[in-house]
């Protein structure tokens, strides 16, 4: 295997090579593996596309990301060959025009690519989707793969705050953020299912989102209760959804599997639950300041009884069930607006 990309000598010791890593920028603050001729020839052994491969122009400077390039992001996270063909997949979902990958990486908003999972590969891979999954429960998959996303974005199409980014706070996500959803356990089909993917095949969904917004409840006995006290808070005031049109964009709502078993049983139809979650997410006009009132007026955001609406659609509010099964607690993943959540069947290796 003959690899073009350009090669640069660096330290053998790994405390050197990470210092250097800062210095030129490679790196996202944490440690780094080097990218060595043997690591990337070995992801490249999985992947579906020959290394010079074009997989397309990574924004926001435009970088041509190639097999070859992505793999040696791939091997700086950590990467494990198998996983490499999810990497490959999740850059193919994000720069589906819709996506909107050169306004959602130049943004000052907070907003980065979050990976959410399906398919056979999730264990193997070392996918989290159980206790912890959105951060903490360590899994290689789900570490590794959300950064090499990131470092591509990074390195190939030179996203960097303050620079080409002008994103003001930045999220913790920005390091990385890959999860995947516990369909043993869901009640519902599964997101890729619900999508019109197949349910044999790995399947990574990108989505637009802006953190994870945490929400629990201890009171509620009623599901139906607790789902309209989901829905309401998921529209908070200076979201992200009511400063614009409300026809673009998700909202994901994360739902532990024991809440999910309470929902399925007065919903077992999601398109329900997402109708019902739908209806109740809103906020009275009165809510906002004269001024904001005029401007969602404006923009032809409010309804009837002067309720203003977090999204035009049911299908805009996205369940996903995951998490630990220590209940009390729902994570929404709240959108940029100006995205469209996009999702690709991860390729094995040809």
């Known amino acids: 295997m003959t690899l073009t990309g350009a090669r640069v000598e660096v330290p053998a010791d790994p405390a050197a090579f990470y210092a250097l890593s800062l210095e030129q920028q490679w790196g996202d603050g944490a440690p780094v593996l080097p990218p060595t001729d043997a690591a990337i020839e070995a992801l490249l052994t999985c992947s579906p596309d020959p290394a010079d491969h074009v997989v397309g122009v990574l924004p926001p400077r435009g970088g041509?990301?190639?097999?070859?390039?992505?793999?040696?992001?791939?091997?700086?996270a950590g990467v494990q060959p198998a996983a490499?063909?999810?990497?490959?997949?999740?850059?193919e979902a994000l720069l589906v025009p819709e996506w909107n990958a050169f306004g959602l990486t130049t943004t000052t908003s907070s907003v980065f690519p979050m990976l959410l999972v399906n398919?056979?590969?999730?264990?193997?891979?070392?996918?989290?989707?159980?206790?912890?999954?959105?951060?903490?429960?360590?899994?290689?998959?789900?570490?590794?793969i959300g950064r090499a996303v990131a470092l591509c974005l990074r390195n190939i199409g030179g996203q960097r705050a303050g620079e080409t980014s002008r994103t003001v706070f930045g999220q913790p996500a920005r390091f990385g953020l890959c999860f995947g959803e516990w369909e043993e356990r869901s009640p519902w089909p599964s997101l890729a299912a619900r999508r019109g993917l197949p349910t044999d095949r790995d399947v990574v969904t990108v989505h637009g989102g802006k953190g994870t917004f945490p929400m629990a409840d201890i009171h509620n006995d009623d599901p139906r209760g607790l789902l309209e006290l989901l829905a309401r808070s998921m529209a908070y005031p200076l979201a992200n959804m009511f400063l614009g049109n409300a026809q673009n964009g998700e909202v994901v709502l994360a739902i532990n599997p024991m809440w999910a078993e309470r929902f399925a049983a007065v919903f077992p139809d999601v398109a329900d639950l997402q109708a019902f979650v739908h209806g109740h997410a809103w906020q009275p006009l009165a809510l906002w300041p004269e001024p904001n009132q005029v401007i969602l007026r404006d923009k032809r955001r409010v309804g009837g009884a002067d309720r203003v609406y977090l999204t035009a659609t049911p299908e805009q509010i996205v369940p996903m069930v995951c998490g630990g099964l220590g209940s009390l607690h729902a994570i929404a993943l709240p959108s940029f607006g100006e995205s469209q959540m996009q999702s690709a069947v991860v390729r094995p290796a040809a």
């Open 64 to 76: 041509v990301a190639t097999v070859e390039l992505v793999a040696a992001n791939a091997a700086m």
């Open 84 to 91: 490499f063909p999810h990497v490959l997949a999740a850059l």
């Open 119 to 144: 398919g056979p590969s999730r264990d193997a891979l070392g996918i989290d989707y159980r206790a912890g999954c959105m951060g903490g429960a360590g899994g290689r998959g789900s570490m590794t």
